[in-house]
């Protein structure tokens, strides 16, 4: 199956300052990726869409100044968070659709554990 | 999106089949479902799916009822590698982003 990655698996900050998760589609290209997150002992929660080459579009209750998305090329998305407090710890999941085939599936990357001091 | 309803937990036995069932009856035409598993601390891992007719693949089966309502994941011969979190969603491809529930957990026994 197809290959989505994830940078970096986890991560310790302080609070205040930014974290950037990279999330790359290894042998696809993926016009359309989605940004999760998973607090414990909970499902997965769709934060927002990211497009290339556009704006990403964000689901009611996520902040998009918060939550900076980039979608600059068909294999790469990335998630920016800013000024990063205690309650954003979470577990971040991308998700990448192949543009080929728009209605197949999507492939999930392995999540980066995030954790904010 | 369509509401999908499963049982909280499931447990089995190795070397057993698991069927794992899925409610959907809001389900629309255009709809596919998608089974996804969830080992702790990972992301999800791709399982099936399928539209309207019953499929295979080297992990499991899906088996879909003729009026789409429900469906069932065949695990034919599990392991202790099954044991994980089972998710039945909906969605109809796309730009659409997926909704996910509670899910099933699976336990195997040895």
């Not at chain 1, 290894?26 to 556009?54: C, H, I, V």
């Not at chain 2, 996804?36 to 295979?56: A, D, F, K, M, W």
Request: charge should be neutral.
């Amino acid at each position: 199956g197809a290959v989505v990655s994830q940078h970096p698996s986890r991560v310790i900050c302080k609070s205040g300052t930014s974290v950037k998760i990279e999330c790359r589609s290894l042998d696809f290209q993926a016009t359309t990726m989605f940004w999760y997150r998973q607090f414990p002992k909970q499902s997965l929660m769709l934060m927002a869409t990211s497009n290339e080459g556009s704006k990403a579009t964000y689901e009611q209750g996520v902040e998009k100044d918060k939550f900076l998305i980039n979608h600059a090329s068909l294999t790469l998305s990335t998630l920016t968070v800013t000024s990063a407090h205690p309650e954003d710890s979470s577990f971040y999941i991308c998700s990448a659709r192949d543009a080929q085939r728009p209605q197949e599936t999507q492939y999930f990357g392995p999540g980066t554990r995030l954790l904010v001091l | 999106d369509a509401k999908t309803t499963q049982p909280n937990s499931m447990e089995s036995n190795e070397e057993e089949p698991v069927h794992l069932p899925c409610n959907h009856s809001t389900i629309s035409g255009t709809d596919y479902i998608h089974w996804y598993r969830q080992l702790p601390s990972q992301g999800p891992e791709y399982v099936i799916h399928g539209l309207t007719s019953n499929v295979n693949n080297r992990m499991a089966s899906l088996a879909i009822a003729e009026d789409r309502k429900s469906s069932t994941l065949i695990l034919h011969r599990a392991t202790l590698r099954d044991a994980a979190v089972y998710y039945c969603i909906l969605g109809g491809g796309g730009a659409d982003g997926l909704t996910f529930g509670k899910g099933t957990h699976l336990i195997i026994q040895p």
